[in-house]
């Protein structure tokens, strides 16, 4: 009976690592126990972070396959890093996916090395590849040696129809217009990547070290 009983709240204590009040909980462990990274989330739902995330070199870090999905970092950091010439994204939302919300948290990015490269999005913090995104209350930060090469590390490559809101992003970015900014702060910093916009339409207010909107 005891040995029942034992059973049963070791699944209860793995169940609960898992999900609270429907909120499914990441964390390093419960990353590496479900097959490491890139971690996918295939199902719409919130999920939410209970601890920080090491992503490995030149790996993808959090992948979001699922339309309906809420990400909270929880103010926990993502740190992930790439050698040149691979292409890493911190988190990354595919085309398919719509109405997203990734939030509250920080992203940090680092070169490990490699030879000199001029592709675009070597390092991304936020890859939206959809539109109909939100981003907010994050920041992310690359550090300032990486910013003079080119595009390639980026805090924020979004498509047309994303919201990014109260974020601050040390570093550059790229979006595609017409989408929404409100209240980002950006830091300046000597050889720091500008902010690059696709098209025309961006609106925005509260801006600090946006130089313009198309």
């Given at each position: ?136 209350d994050l920041k992310i930060e690359f550090p300032a040696s990486i910013y003079p090469v080119f595009g390639s590390f980026r805090t924020v ?58």
């Amino acid at each position: 009976m005891n040995r029942i009983l034992l059973t049963m709240g070791m699944m209860m204590l793995s169940m609960s690592a898992f999900a609270v009040d429907g909120v499914v909980l990441i964390n390093q462990s419960t990353v590496m126990s479900a097959g490491g990274f890139p971690y996918t989330i295939s199902q719409p739902g919130s999920y939410r972070l209970s601890g920080n995330l090491v992503i490995p070199g030149d790996t993808n870090g959090v992948q979001i396959s699922a339309s309906d999905v809420t990400l909270d970092l929880n103010g926990f950091n993502i740190q992930c890093s790439v050698t040149l010439p691979n292409q890493v994204s911190c988190i990354k939302i595919l085309g398919s996916a719509h109405n997203i919300t990734v939030r509250n948290g920080a992203i940090s990015g680092t070169l490990l090395g490699g030879g000199f490269t001029n592709t675009a999005n070597n390092l991304v913090g936020v890859y939206a590849a959809s539109g109909l995104s939100m981003i907010e209350d994050l920041k992310i930060e690359f550090p300032a040696s990486i910013y003079p090469v080119f595009g390639s590390f980026r805090t924020v490559v979004a498509d047309s129809g994303t919201v990014l809101r109260q974020n601050i992003l040390i570093g550059g970015a790229f979006i595609r217009c017409p989408s929404i900014f409100v209240e980002n702060s950006v830091r300046p910093a000597s050889g720091q990547s500008t902010f690059d916009f696709g098209g025309t339409g961006c609106a925005g207010y509260g801006n600090v070290g946006i130089s313009a909107l198309p």
